[in-house]
């Protein structure tokens, strides 16, 4: 069985950081593709990043490009997501992903073979 254990959500004031954490388990994370997604309230679930299977290509949203990064650690088996300069838009629920076989479209949600049970993030004043 594949299950994930998310980490690090929270409820932060605009320009705080927050960094979550993803631990794969049934899975080798360094023979998968790795994505954050996220889904608004009245929203498609949306891309946020990926991360190819051994960390040295990554990939962003153009909305969190500059401000987030994505990472592994394949030793471990997490992934990382760390947000800086948070902003109210950026509230959403925040899912782990895993896409075994390395499809060609990684911002499309459809390829991804694993999820997740989401960790909330909500930036308000």
């Known amino acids: 069985q594949v299950h994930f254990v998310e980490t690090g959500g929270d409820a932060v004031q605009p320009g705080a950081s927050l960094r979550l954490s993803c631990t794969a388990s049934?899975?080798?994370?360094?023979?998968?593709?790795m994505g954050w997604f996220r889904q608004a309230p009245g929203k498609e679930r949306e891309f946020v990043a990926a991360?190819?299977?051994?960390?040295?290509?990554?990939y962003y949203a153009d909305s969190v490009k500059g401000r987030f990064t994505i990472s592994k650690d394949n030793a471990k088996n997490l992934v990382y997501l760390q947000m800086n300069s948070l902003k109210p838009e950026d509230t959403a629920v925040y899912y782990c992903a895993a896409d075994r076989d390395y499809g060609v479209d990684y911002r499309n949600w459809r390829i991804y073979d694993y999820w997740g049970q989401g960790t909330q993030v909500t930036v308000s004043s």
């Open positions: 991360v190819s299977r051994g960390g040295g290509r990554t």
């Open positions: 049934g899975l080798t994370s360094s023979t998968n593709r």
